[in-house]
């Protein structure tokens, strides 16, 4: 028995509706063709992401400091600083400023929930 890696990444959030606005908006992420009802999936790849309601029993306000502590979640853009720019005009925190190191330009940020999500620019 082999597990061959990530297949599938979602992150649990507050308002599914303003969570997928963001990620659609601001990032540039397209939804793929179909998804739960309970989920917005995008076309990413190799691996698909998604936003998601949280699971029965699950309260994201009681995980603390922020939900997806001590997990490193990247996302590789074709130009990071564009993002960046992007992203800071609108008011989003940026908890990392852009630096240039083996992947690329690259820059950390909290998305409307609080996680941490990095953004790269070189495979």
Excluded at 3 to 28: C, H, K, S
Excluded at 64 to 87: C, I, K, M, N, T
């Amino acid at each position: 028995m082999t597990v061959t890696g990530p297949d599938f990444i979602a992150l649990q959030v507050r308002d599914l509706a303003a969570a997928a606005e963001f990620y659609e908006n601001r990032l540039g992420l397209r939804r793929a063709p179909s998804g739960p009802p309970h989920a917005v999936v995008f076309a990413t790849s190799p691996v698909p992401f998604a936003v998601r309601e949280p699971l029965p029993g699950f309260d994201l306000d009681a995980v603390g400091p922020q939900p997806g502590a001590g997990v490193a979640l990247w996302l590789r853009a074709d130009d990071a600083q564009a993002v960046h720019d992007d992203l800071a005009a609108a008011g989003v925190p940026i908890v990392a400023a852009p630096v240039d190191g083996p992947f690329g330009r690259t820059f950390t940020f909290r998305d409307l929930d609080g996680y941490a999500v990095t953004i790269h620019d070189q495979a």
